[in-house]
T-cell receptor, first 116, second 113 residues
Framework: AQSVTQLGSHVSVSEGALVLLRCNYSSSVPPYLFWYVQYPNQGLQLLLKYTSAATLVKGINGFEAEFKKSETSFHLTKPSAHMSDAAEYFCAVTRGYAGNNRKLIWGLGTSLAVNP | DVKVTQSSRYLVKRTGEKVFLECVQDMDHENMFWYRQDPGLGLRLIYF???????EKGDIPEGYSVSREKKERFSLILESASTNQTSMYLC????????????FGPGTRLTVL
């Protein structure tokens, strides 16, 4: 069965430092993978997605993620954190089984704090 | 600007009340979803609809029902609200291709007293 694990429920970085949010998945079929961001009291917004094209995916707000099949990972990075990046980040994978490949399995989220 | 709208941002109801949460999307998406979000539990799928009048149970359907009479509108119904249904409710829609990630509404924070 498909699953998603986000390592670290809370991550804290200094402004200007590298952001690395980890996501590992398990899937019996080639997955599609997504990263979403949620700012306080708002819905989720798509940051980027992997859909079997390029393994390095660039998203909005300077974020990118690399699909590594051998490591079953899809970690999210940003070279230099900004205060406005403080939010909750969610990784998701398509379920992939017949007839239900439109639903996603979600990680529990990682709360990113950015310190001045 | 394409979007998903939810009828209320904040809602307070009493135990036993029937509660309707409405969601409308303007992207002509076939799929629509209702999730609830609770601290430490992430997003959990309540119900899913892939076409008008078609619905499918998600992971936690107990205590909820849904209605989709028109393509753009997906309603979540709490038949008899209970305090354990206090939560953030998120509606989303997506195109039929699995490559299309869902678009989310702003959420409804429901408190049941």
């Amino acid at each position: 069965a498909q699953s998603v694990t986000q390592l670290g429920s809370h991550v804290s970085v200094s402004e200007g430092a590298l952001v690395l949010l980890r996501c590992n998945y398990s899937s019996s079929v080639p997955p599609y993978l997504f990263w979403y961001v949620q700012y306080p009291n708002q819905g989720l917004q798509l940051l980027l997605k992997y859909t079997s094209a390029a393994t390095l995916v660039k998203g909005i707000n300077g974020f990118e993620a690399e699909f590594k099949k051998s490591e079953t990972s899809f970690h999210l990075t940003k070279p230099s954190a900004h205060m406005s990046d403080a939010a909750e980040y969610f990784c998701a994978v398509t379920r992939g089984y017949a007839g239900n490949n439109r639903k996603l399995i979600w990680g529990l989220g990682t709360s990113l704090a950015v310190n001045p | 600007d394409v979007k998903v709208t939810q009828s209320s941002r904040y809602l307070v109801k009493r135990t036993g009340e029937k509660v309707f949460l409405e969601c409308v999307q303007d992207m002509d998406h076939e799929n629509m979803f209702w999730y609830r979000q609770d601290p430490g539990l992430g997003l959990r799928l309540i119900y899913f609809s892939y076409d008008v009048k078609m619905k499918e149970k998600g992971d936690i359907p107990e205590g909820y029902s849904v209605s989709r009479e028109k393509k753009e509108r997906f309603s979540l119904i709490l038949e008899s609200a209970s305090t354990n249904q206090t939560s953030m409710y998120l509606c989303a829609s997506s195109p039929p291709s699995e490559a299309g990630g869902p678009v989310f509404g702003p959420g409804t924070r429901l408190t049941v007293l």
